[in-house]
């Protein structure tokens, strides 16, 4: 099972999307330097189907993706939700923020438009860093993943220039 704790209408998360993202409590990862600390515990309202197609109801005049930020603590969870937004809102494009070093096996790939990966080290930077350990791929339309992670960096020029 999976909780949230809220949700937001977002910009930068995923590339030329406006996302819905959806903030998954029960984070394992507790990436020292998190600056999501409120996302460890195990608490806040359920996220069934019934829960999240209503929460893109509200949203969907204005969205045009769904991002799972979390849901390390259960994969399969989180790979049976996006099963439900392809099949039911199919015009949606698909998310998931995984603070893991690698993408889970408990999730069908072809599910996701985008997957992020990685923990968040301090020292090394999130996405817009060029050192960054995280990285964003992109499902092309042959179903491979492109990594994408340098998109991300013209915006942290950009705040340096």
Same mark, same amino acid.
């Given at each position: @099972? &999976?909780?949230?704790?809220?949700?937001?209408?977002?910009?930068?998360?995923?590339?030329?999307?406006?996302? &819905?993202?959806?903030?998954?409590? !029960?984070?394992?990862? $507790?990436?020292?330097?998190? %600056?999501?600390?409120?996302?460890?515990? /195990? $608490? !806040?309202?359920? *996220?069934?189907?019934? =829960?999240?197609? #209503? &929460?893109?109801?509200?949203?969907? #005049?204005?969205?045009?993706?769904?991002?799972? @930020?979390?849901?390390?603590?259960?994969? +399969?969870?989180?790979?049976? *939700? =996006?099963?439900?937004? $392809?099949? %039911?809102? +199919?015009?949606?494009?698909?998310?998931?923020?995984?603070? $893991?070093?690698?993408?889970?096996? &408990?999730?069908?790939?072809?599910?996701? /438009?985008?997957?992020?990966? !990685?923990?968040?080290?301090? %020292?090394?930077?999130?996405? /817009?860093?060029?050192?960054?350990?995280?990285? @964003?791929?992109?499902?092309?339309? /042959?179903?491979?993943?492109?990594?994408?992670?340098? %998109?991300?960096?013209?915006?942290?020029?950009?705040?340096? *220039?």
């Amino acid at each position: @099972m &999976l909780r949230y704790i809220n949700t937001d209408i977002v910009f930068q998360e995923f590339p030329d999307e406006v996302t &819905l993202a959806i903030n998954i409590s !029960g984070c394992p990862c $507790r990436c020292p330097g998190c %600056h999501s600390q409120f996302l460890w515990a /195990d $608490r !806040g309202e359920e *996220l069934t189907v019934e =829960a999240l197609s #209503a &929460l893109i109801r509200e949203t969907e #005049a204005t969205i045009t993706c769904v991002g799972f @930020m979390g849901g390390d603590a259960d994969p +399969a969870e989180v790979d049976r *939700l =996006a099963e439900y937004v $392809r099949c %039911h809102h +199919a015009g949606l494009k698909i998310g998931w923020y995984t603070g $893991r070093t690698a993408i889970s096996p &408990l999730i069908d790939q072809q599910r996701f /438009d985008y997957i992020k990966v !990685g923990p968040y080290l301090r %020292h090394l930077g999130a996405l /817009d860093s060029p050192r960054t350990n995280q990285r @964003m791929y992109r499902r092309s339309p /042959d179903g491979s993943f492109e990594d994408i992670t340098s %998109h991300f960096w013209k915006a942290h020029e950009d705040k340096n *220039l």
